[in-house]
Each structure stands twice: as structure tokens, then as C-alpha cells.
């Protein structure tokens, strides 16, 4: 598999900016998705980074750097309903089919 | 309206009893996949395919089976269950694994006891 790394747990507190990071190594690198997942509920698409810079989409943002292995997803004016988890996610085009490989996630809290 | 449509919601069967978790989607994606996912693991990739008859095993197909017979549904197969496979399941979908949002289906929470 796959080395994609993100921290466990993020806390932040309501109208402020966020920064989420997310590292990785893969042979066949082929692109790099965010995914936001509320408790219970299916994960729902957020970005996609295929080349290097800043995507940026309403109050979020998400950048990639392909040469240091390395993307962020910038969540600002944060609200309640952004406390959830943040999954990091790569396409490896390594494997015959290619593949997409999800992060353990980050746990965000946001505190009124 | 686009969705991935995933059944049942929520399941408790027994240790052998076999079952099957159907998903189908409606966007004539080529791309379908399962995950589990477990608390401090993630999503886990069971099985994907890449189109009808075409599939292949992800990180942990250990006890499970899938199918491609027609390109909108996939369904997962467990011959027998057995309580490590109690998990919160996960079917997807979408153009290709870099070709697009992966659309989820609202997710199998499955009990074997």
C-alpha cells in the first residue's frame, strides 16, 4: 500500500483558519483528493489536486506539492458544521488498474 | 438524482451465515470499489473494478468476494462471516480512481456475532 500520513486530531475554534496536512509516497502518483466525513455518513467529495499550487473552492482551499510528497486543505471562517474528518486520499496509477488510497483521517473539532 | 444506492443500512447475522450487501449506481461510472472502515484504520480498500468481468483485490480481501456481472451494480459477498469483519462498510464510484469525486453509497453498519 500506500504511506499517507495526516494528523489523528485538529481542534480549532469558530470563525478562525485551519490548515490540515497531509504527506505521502507513492510510486505512481496520479492525484490527490479531499474527502470530508461526518459521524455516520458516507465521506463527500471536497477537492482534487492533480498538479502543483493552490485549488481554492468557497472557504476552502487545497494545495499540492508533487516534489515534497505534500498537500494541505485550508478550511477558513470555520463553522460548527466543519467539525468532522478529513480524509486525505491519492491516486496511484502503479497497479494495473490503479488505485485510490485513503489516510486515516484528521478529526477536526470546532469550538464555538 | 446521481447516487450510489447501498443495501441494507444496518445488519446482524451470524458467525457462517453467508450474506451479500448489494450496491448499484446510476452514473454508468466504470469504476466501482468497497471499503471497510474501521475506528483508527480509515477506509480500507476490500475490492475494485475497473469494469464489467474486470476486477481485483485492495488491501484486505481476505473473506470477501465480489462481482461485476453488469456495469451498475457490485455487489460484496461474505461466504462466512466472522466477527472481524463486524465494520462499517463502504461501497464507491466513480469515472476512475483519478478521474473524478468518488460518490459514496450511504454505508452497511454489519454485526457478526
Known amino acids: 500500500g500506500q504511506n499517507i500520513d495526516q494528523p489523528t486530531e485538529m481542534t480549532a475554534t469558530e470563525g478562525a483558519i485551519v490548515q490540515i496536512n497531509c504527506t505521502y509516497q507513492?510510486?505512481?502518483?496520479?492525484?490527490l483528493f479531499w474527502y470530508q466525513q461526518h459521524a455516520g455518513e458516507a465521506p463527500t467529495f471536497l477537492s482534487y489536486n492533480v498538479l502543483d499550487g493552490l485549488e481554492e473552492k468557497g472557504r476552502f482551499s487545497s494545495f499540492l506539492s508533487r516534489s515534497k510528497g505534500y498537500s494541505y486543505l485550508l478550511l477558513k471562517e470555520l463553522q460548527m458544521k466543519d467539525s468532522a474528518s478529513y480524509l486525505c486520499a491519492v491516486s496511484d496509477r502503479g497497479s494495473t488498474l490503479g488505485r485510490l488510497y485513503f489516510g486515516r483521517g484528521t478529526q477536526l473539532t470546532v469550538w464555538p | 438524482e446521481a447516487q450510489v444506492t447501498q443495501n441494507p443500512r444496518y445488519l446482524i447475522t451470524v458467525t457462517g451465515k453467508k450474506l451479500t450487501v448489494t450496491c448499484s449506481q446510476n452514473?454508468?461510472?466504470?469504476?466501482m470499489s468497497w471499503y471497510r472502515q474501521d475506528p483508527g484504520l480509515g477506509l480500507r480498500q476490500i475490492y475494485y473494478s475497473m469494469n464489467v468481468e474486470v476486477t481485483d483485490k485492495g488491501d484486505v480481501p481476505e473473506g470477501y468476494k465480489v462481482s461485476r456481472k453488469e456495469k451498475r451494480n457490485f455487489p460484496l459477498i461474505l461466504e462466512s462471516p466472522s466477527p472481524n469483519q463486524t465494520s462499517l462498510y463502504f461501497c464507491a464510484s466513480s469515472d476512475g480512481p483519478a478521474k473524478g469525486e468518488a460518490f459514496f453509497g450511504q454505508g452497511t453498519r454489519l454485526t457478526v456475532v
Open positions: 507513492t510510486s505512481g502518483f496520479n492525484g
Open positions: 452514473m454508468n461510472h466504470e469504476y
